[in-house]
């Protein structure tokens, strides 16, 4: 089980740091310096723009609208 890297103190964190097999372990190594990160300079926040939400949505129905498309060119193609 992964421990949860966000819930120790920094010091804890630096000492895990120091300890740990990188090459057994690289993405918690990675999470532990994303943990030391967020403590030192505060969570880190992504922001998407409206704009952004809006297009993937058109884009992800417009997906499913093809897929649709096709499957019923396809069912179509099976009877003739």
Known sequence: M???YLKYSLDELSDVQNNIDVEV???WYAKIAIAIDSKLNGP?????HETT???YRLWAALLVTCVTCVELLLSIFRFL
Do not use: A, N
């Open 44 to 48: 880190i926040e992504v922001k998407v």
């Open 25 to 27: 372990f690289p993405q």
């Open 2 to 4: 992964e421990p949860d």
């Open 53 to 55: 939400k809006h297009k």
